[in-house]
């Protein structure tokens, strides 16, 4: 079946420090490559997606390159800043079947 | 609406009772969803709907936990003799086509419960 995996949180980060969130998946065939944010007190809303192998999401200085060899979605940003804290999940969307979701990695980023 | 409601957005109820919590998904989505967030944790998958139906039923907790659909749009998820456990957030989400895995899901704010 579809799974995701995610680091285990939380992580504490100082302002202006590069991030990695990392998250590997198994599914068959071709699925699509999710990553969700969660602010506090504040609903789930997309951050970017990718939806075959190679392609990179992109969104708010966030990156994320879809690779198929190492079955991999890792979230990356250069410079986190104390307003990018909050949870955030991975996720994957096949054809025909239900979202699949990470367990979730909460930032802190410090001041 | 533009985006996904749900109804009501604060429940709070007595042990043993039955709640009905809604969801509006967004216009033209086929694709309905319903998860659970306890505090601080992850998202607990509990049924999907693809139209009116609903194939995989597995992540419901218990037998006191149902939903359905209608027409293709409005979803209930009822819970019955509500337990201290099942307080939670519970959250809808709607996606244009389960079949085309590219598209995102929209959530809903989520309605919040809580079981005395």
């Known amino acids: 079946g579809n799974s995701v995996t995610q680091m285990e949180g939380p992580v504490t980060l100082s302002e202006e420090a590069f991030l990695t969130i990392n998250c590997t998946y198994t599914?068959?065939?071709?699925?699509?490559l999710f990553w969700y944010v969660q602010y506090p007190g504040e609903g789930l809303q997309l951050l970017l997606k990718?939806?075959?192998?190679?392609d990179k999401g992109s969104n708010k200085g966030f990156e994320a390159t879809y690779r198929k060899e190492t079955t991999s979605f890792h979230l990356e940003k250069g410079s986190v800043q104390v307003s990018d804290s909050a949870v955030y999940f991975c996720?994957?969307?096949?054809?025909?079947?239900?979202?699949?979701f990470g367990p979730g990695t909460r930032l802190s980023v410090l001041p | 609406g533009a985006g996904v409601s749900q109804s009501p957005s604060n429940k709070v109820t007595e042990k043993g009772k039955d709640v009905e919590l809604r969801c509006d998904p967004i216009?033209?989505?086929?694709?309905l969803y319903w998860y659970r967030q306890s505090l601080g944790q992850g998202l607990e998958f509990l049924i999907y709907f693809q139209g009116n139906s609903a194939p995989d039923k597995s992540g419901l907790p218990s037998d006191r936990f149902s939903a359905e659909r209608t027409g293709g749009s409005v979803s209930t998820l009822t819970i019955q003799r509500t337990q201290q456990e099942d307080s939670a957030v519970y959250l809808c989400?709607?996606?244009?086509?389960?079949?085309?895995?590219?598209?995102?899901?929209?959530f809903g704010p989520g309605t919040r419960l809580t079981v005395l």
């Open positions: 216009s033209g989505h086929t694709a």
């Open positions: 989400a709607s996606s244009l086509n389960l079949l085309s895995p590219s598209d995102e899901q929209f």
């Open positions: 990718a939806t075959k192998a190679d």
């Open positions: 996720a994957l969307s096949n054809y025909g079947q239900n979202f699949v």
């Open positions: 599914a068959t065939g071709y699925p699509s």
